[in-house]
């Protein structure tokens, strides 16, 4: 099962720099399971004993947390290939910080985190290589973490679209942009309401800063989006 799935693993940041088939041998060695998530099931519940790091094998995953008033604030959106439980598996009793579910129907590659970072056996050359990526994927994921703030802390609902278009637009290179979430998912990320958020962008491409229709967004202005940040 895991054959069908070695293109996809091949450019997760976990396996960066290694071949299909060193990929291969390293879950044999890493004794890695696959599991199947039907539409709408958790596959992590926030306070759960965490025993795994996932990466998606196909399907999309949703990241969210339950405020106060008990609405869903949604964190991050996983695709094939995205990694997810690496910053919280090393901790002392380590437990799922927040819920994980399956937006279609999803594979997941579960990994336990003592073999990811114990010494092999086997001497298996590619576990300093994994080791090293596993790091990287830690601290690429805090700077993740530092952006979300930066977008919360944010008054206005422009300065959050323009900085949230502005991080897609360095990120891709490219004025076009395919936003990553749907216009639910987006309000929830930026934390306001999906009627204000419509709105404003709309107020945006009046004003030919932006263009867009469904989930394709044309930055027409980078400097006037750069003054609503």
């Known amino acids: 099962m895991i054959s069908?799935?070695?293109?996809?693993?091949s450019g997760a940041r976990l396996f960066r720099g290694l071949s299909e088939s060193d990929i291969e041998a390293l879950l044999r060695c890493l004794e890695s399971r696959v599991a199947s998530y039907?539409?709408?099931e958790c596959v992590a519940i926030e306070g759960?004993?965490?025993t795994s790091v996932g990466i998606v094998l196909c399907g999309t995953l949703t990241i969210y947390k339950e405020?106060?008033?008990?609405?869903q604030v949604v964190l991050n959106v996983l695709r094939p290939g995205d990694m997810f439980g690496e910053t919280a598996a090393f901790v002392s009793s380590p437990k799922w910080p927040a819920t994980i579910r399956a937006e279609s129907a999803s594979g997941v590659l579960h990994l336990p985190p003592?073999?990811?970072i114990e010494q092999c056996q086997r001497l298996c050359p590619w576990h300093k290589a994994l080791l090293k990526n596993l790091l990287g994927a830690?601290?690429?994921r805090a700077l993740l973490l530092n952006q979300k703030v930066k977008y919360l802390t944010m008054k206005s609902i422009r300065g959050k679209l323009s900085a949230y278009l502005l991080d897609l637009y360095k990120k891709t290179g490219s004025r076009d942009l395919v936003l990553p979430l749907n216009r639910n998912q987006?309000?929830?990320f930026l934390n306001v309401s999906r009627p204000s958020m419509s709105r404003e962008m709309c107020r945006m491409r009046d004003e030919g800063i932006i263009d867009f229709h469904l989930s394709n967004v044309r930055i027409l202005d980078p400097e006037r989006l750069l003054e609503g940040h």
Do not use: Q, T, Y
């Open 4 to 9: 069908e799935h070695l293109s996809v693993l």
């Open 38 to 40: 039907p539409r709408n």
């Open 48 to 50: 759960e004993p965490l």
């Open 67 to 71: 405020n106060a008033a008990g609405n």
């Open 114 to 116: 003592d073999r990811l």
């Open 138 to 140: 830690v601290s690429e």
């Open 186 to 188: 987006m309000a929830d």
